[in-house]
């Protein structure tokens, strides 16, 4: 069973930074893809970004340009770095992974931008 624990959500103010992470409970060397999704109230889940193993990215176009996903392999954790936050950006973001044509889903973490 594969356990992925986010960490790192809070309040911000708009325009400003924080960090997420993502640490999973096995080995992610031979993981290909990681990512973040993020469900704001009253909306469906929306994919936000993913990383693969030999490092490429990719982005929603909402959020390309301020957020930047990696991985520390090492440590089996994931990260998105979110700056110049909006309030649009208000959600819970949840990391996933799949393995084996299973998904895996973490817990959730809340992040909220508001003055």
């Known amino acids: 069973q ?3 624990v986010e960490s790192g ?3 911000v103010q708009p325009g400003g930074s924080l960090r997420l992470s993502c640490a999973a409970s096995v080995s992610i060397f031979s ?3 990681m990512g973040w999704y993020r469900q704001a109230p009253g909306k469906l889940r929306e994919w ?3 990383i693969t193993t030999p490092g ?4 929603a176009d909402s959020v390309k340009g301020r957020f930047t996903i990696s991985r520390d392999n090492a440590k089996n954790t994931v990260y998105l770095q979110m700056n110049s936050l909006k309030p649009e ?3 819970v973001y949840y990391c996933y992974t799949t393995i084996r044509g299973s998904v ?3 817990q959730g973490t ?4 508001s003055s």
């Open 110 to 113: 809340q992040v909220t931008v």
């Open 104 to 106: 895996y889903w973490g």
């Open 89 to 91: 950006d208000t959600a």
């Open 9 to 11: 959500g809070g309040l």
């Open 2 to 4: 594969v356990q992925l």
């Open 56 to 59: 490429s990215t990719d982005y």
């Open 31 to 33: 993981i290909n893809t």
């Open 48 to 50: 936000v970004a993913l």
